[in-house]
T-cell receptor, first 114, second 112 residues
Framework: SQQGEEDPQALSIQEGENATMNCSYK?????LQWYRQNSGRGLVHLIL???NEREKHSGRLRVTLDTSKKSSSLLITASRAADTASYFC??????????????WGLGTSLAVNP | ETGVTQSPTHLIKTRGQQVTLRCSSQ?????VSWYQQALGQGPQFIFQ???????GRGNFPPRFSGLQFPNYSSELNVNALELDDSALYLC???????????FGPGTRLLVL
């Protein structure tokens, strides 16, 4: 079942603008991850934020986490056409042997126009 | 590149047939997870293999089965294919105890 819900479902911006995507989830988490997927290909891990962190940066990416609201946001600054992709948030569910499964949202489709 | 490979890249089957998809994990990773992603949807967890044993399963029927080999590569088998099985099938490998998963490029399956 899908736990994360991203909004907006689709976003279209001009190159150079900032893009903000949001994710809400339902259960308690240890961490939340953001992934990127180019046109139906494999997913690429972008950033992981732990439940005791409020904000994290990686290059042009900034992720915030509000555990009281069960929500996270991904900000891409100074967007480029190459940022065009779908972005997913995923939360971690614990399984036997301390292994994890990822529970995914439906994703935000970002189009950056040149 | 994540070092995770999948084969084949594309596959067309007819309803009722069986299919086997393959995944080679990143070097040193002993855990492989399989996901199904329908068009326009997020990935759905199928199952995970850890040290050659199934280690958790999502809401998929028994006709979805798998294997993990001693070198940690893995197979996903789907019997009695249905039209709704048409999707992108993704495998991801990870280190034990690690949360970050590394994905292969996927196999796109079309069932006619």
């Amino acid at each position: 079942s899908q736990q994360g819900e991203e909004d907006p479902q689709a976003l279209s911006i001009q190159e150079g603008e900032n893009a903000t995507m949001n994710c809400s989830y339902k259960t308690s988490i240890n961490n939340l991850q953001w992934y990127r997927q180019n046109s139906g290909r494999g997913l690429v891990h972008l950033i992981l934020i732990r439940s005791n962190e409020r904000e994290k940066h990686s290059g042009r990416l900034r992720v915030t986490l509000d555990t009281s609201k069960k929500s996270s946001s991904l900000l891409i600054t100074a967007s480029r056409a190459a940022d065009t992709a779908s972005y997913f948030c995923a939360t971690v569910g614990l399984m036997a042997g301390n292994n994890r499964k990822l529970i995914w949202g439906l994703g935000t489709s970002l189009a950056v126009n040149p | 590149e994540t070092g995770v490979t999948q084969s084949p890249t594309h596959l067309i089957k007819t309803r009722g047939q069986q299919v086997t998809l393959r995944c080679s994990s990143q070097s040193g990773h002993n855990t492989v997870s399989w996901y199904q992603q329908a068009l326009g949807q997020g990935p759905q967890f199928i199952f995970q293999y850890y040290r050659e044993e199934e280690n958790g399963r999502g809401n998929f029927p028994p006709r979805f089965s798998g294997l993990q080999f001693p070198n940690y590569s893995s197979e996903l088998n789907v019997n009695a294919l249905e039209l709704d099985d048409s999707a992108l099938y993704l495998c991801a490998s990870s280190l034990e105890q690690q949360e970050t998963q590394y994905f292969g490029p996927g196999t796109r399956l079309l069932v006619l």
